[in-house]
């Protein structure tokens, strides 16, 4: 693909709107101000693909568009979709689809990393194919059996994976992970089993929304505050499962809870 040609696609993708998960839907350029009434254009339709109920849709730095579904997961450029498959056993020939994909993440290094129902994936834009994060044995985990949710970095460069067995960290440099599991009996260690969501706040915070609730987690200390709903501080969060964290460019933090 010539440069022009490239240039061209993701000046297009950059006046794409808002993308509606539901059928990916996308919307017109997007104004200033607020328009009473938005269309919406299916850029699915009439199309030969299938990737079974919309789960996530994210832009890396390039401008291209990432969208994850149920069975596959497509990179779009503003006019063609290509289907991103996992190499299976170092061969480039030997393909297999992606299973239900949860999320996708960009890390300072410009790595696309991919949380699926059956594990991490790392993207390698020389073959433009996904490669699994290898299992270690020396860890009591699976990482391909692990159901990943969401991804983060540390300042420090570890690639965080939120599962729904605990947090996977992983080591840029030596490739190996180690784990960190639900710990309730450890008044500094991790309560929630089930790791929602991460936000990564300054160089020594992560907070994680759990299913007890939301996390506050000592990078350097490895150690956890543990903030949950209290019937007897009306201020505190409403209800007891937290699914999503952010913070706003004010320092708020907004959690999502159910």
Sequence with gaps: MNSYRLSS???RLSKLGAIVLAGFLVA???????????????????????M???????????????LGGSTALFRYDGYEFKPILISVNDNP?????????????????????????????????????LVRVKDDPSQPQK???????????????????????????????????????????????LRGTKINSVY???KNEAWLA????????????????????NADFPDSLPDARATDVVSDKEGKFWIATA
């Excluded at 020939?93 to 696309?112: A, C, G, L, T, W």
Aim: glycine share 8%; net charge negative.
């Design 93 to 129: 020939k030997d393909n297999e689809p992606v299973p239900y994909v949860n999320s996708v993440f960009e890390d300072s290094r410009h790595m696309i990393w991919v949380g699926t129902a059956a594990g991490l994936l790392q993207y390698d834009p020389r073959t433009e194919k």
């Design 52 to 66: 079974g109920e919309g789960a996530t849709v994210f832009q890396d730095s390039q401008g291209f568009m990432w």
């Design 28 to 50: 017109g350029e997007v104004s200033a101000s607020i328009p009473d009434q938005i269309s919406f254009q299916n850029i699915l339709e009439n199309k030969d693909i299938a």
């Design 200 to 202: 990564v706040e300054g």
């Design 210 to 229: 759990t299913d007890a609730g939301l996390e506050q987690m000592d990078w350097q200390a490895k150690t956890f505050k543990f903030h949950k709903i």
């Design 143 to 189: 990482i391909s059996n692990s159901i990943i949710m969401r991804m983060a970095e540390m300042p420090t460069g570890e690639i965080l994976g939120c599962a729904l067995t605990g947090v996977y960290v992983i080591n840029m440099e030596s490739s190996k992970y180690s784990v960190i599991t639900a710990d309730p009996q450890n008044p500094n260690g």
């Design 9 to 11: 696609r993701l000046a």
